[in-house]
């Protein structure tokens, strides 16, 4: 705890005299978030360099259900740090394995930005049947199909891929009504605008959608800088001090359910964990079923939900918060595989 009279930072110019190179793909907004970290490292006293990386992701432009999906985005990043190339590595949370990389530590979660998705294009009353909805993520698939069955309506969910801008596009271009993105990369891109409670996306009417609606995926909107296990202590610190406990614990959280629940991220489920002002931890998820139809119909089939909580205790370690956040993620999985047995692996 600080002293409130202090009018030093405790943190103020731990960076001096460090140089980091900062590694993350070449995406515009991979770029963004990096160049986000360096600022943050800047303000710490440390100078900074940007190392981009073309990964997988990037150059293969099959559906990444095809690819292989998970980690095909991390990998070439990660390397960076193996082969010493990077001294940090700047990931989309959502994006990187739930299983550990041999040698790197994720040393850093900042705090996170807005978890909702939103839709692009229309707001949600404007949907009418008929309509063409672009999304890849059976994740948004299910829960959107749920709310527009709710509403009659039966609309083509039709899978893409791309990066936000080239998403973006397939509306301004009218191939598709509207398109599914996460607020957090438009806005980290700047291209979210809010005026007089109106959401647009580079000009185009725009909606967020509440995430009791439609959640997240897990560690969505939060990012993740990895370093090596033998990283310089003094980066170490560097990381620590931009390090923000309660995303932490959010995402310890979501991304232990996820595991446990043993989907990855291309699987139908939704998971969203909130930590209070004294830490508590409350959880949200939704699971569904891989639906093969594009007709929003078809992918309205029932989803399983769960909910959880794990209140602070007086005195509590950071330590032992990351691990009651653990076991709430846990635990929700295990209940939610008691209700959910399709989402269970053949035996
Ligand atoms: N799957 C791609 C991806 N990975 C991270 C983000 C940005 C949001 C975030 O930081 O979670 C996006 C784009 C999107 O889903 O719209």
Request: glycine share 14%; with cysteine.
């Given at each position: 705890m600080s002293t409130p009279r202090e009018t030093t930072d405790p943190t103020a110019g731990i960076g001096t005299g460090l140089h980091v190179r900062v590694g993350a793909r070449r995406s515009a907004l991979a770029r963004t978030q990096a160049e986000w970290i360096a600022a943050r490292l800047q303000e710490l006293g440390a100078t900074t360099e940007m190392v981009g990386v073309v990964t997988t992701g990037d150059t293969d432009r099959r559906h990444l259900t095809e690819i292989g999906g998970t980690g095909i985005f991390a990998t070439a990043v990660r390397d960076q740090l193996r082969t010493r190339d990077a001294d940090v590595a700047v990931h989309s949370l959502k994006d990187l394995p739930v299983d550990p990389a041999p040698?790197?530590?994720?040393?850093a979660i900042p705090a996170r930005e807005d978890p909702r998705d939103v839709l692009v294009g229309?707001?949600?009353?404007?949907l009418a049947s008929g309509m063409r909805i672009g999304t890849g993520s059976p994740r948004r698939v299910v829960q959107l199909a749920n709310l527009l069955a709710a509403r009659g309506l039966q609309v083509e969910l039709v899978p893409i891929r791309g990066n936000v801008g080239t998403r973006v596009d397939m509306v301004r271009t009218g191939e598709l009504d509207a398109v599914v993105l996460a607020a957090a990369g438009l806005r980290r891109l700047g291209m979210l605008a809010e005026n007089d409670g109106r959401t647009t996306v580079e000009g185009l009417p725009a909606e967020p959608i509440g995430v009791d609606r439609v959640l997240p995926a897990a560690g969505q909107a939060a990012l993740a800088v990895e370093v090596s296990e033998q990283a310089d202590p003094r980066l170490l610190a560097l990381m620590a001090a931009i390090d923000h406990l309660p995303t932490r614990l959010e995402v310890t959280a979501e991304r232990r359910f996820l595991n446990t629940m043993e989907a990855?991220?291309?699987?139908p489920v939704g998971v969203h964990v909130t930590a209070d002002e004294q830490l508590n931890l409350t959880l949200r998820a939704v699971a569904g079923q891989m639906i093969a139809s594009t007709s929003s119909r078809d992918a309205a089939t029932p989803l399983t939900s769960v909910e959880g909580s794990a209140p602070t205790s007086d005195g509590e370690s950071p330590e032992a918060a990351v691990a009651r956040a653990a076991q709430l993620g846990d635990r929700s999985a295990r209940d939610m595989l008691l209700r959910h047995p399709a989402e269970r692996p053949e035996t």
């Open positions: 040698g790197l530590v994720i040393a229309l707001p949600l009353d404007a990855g991220c291309l699987a």
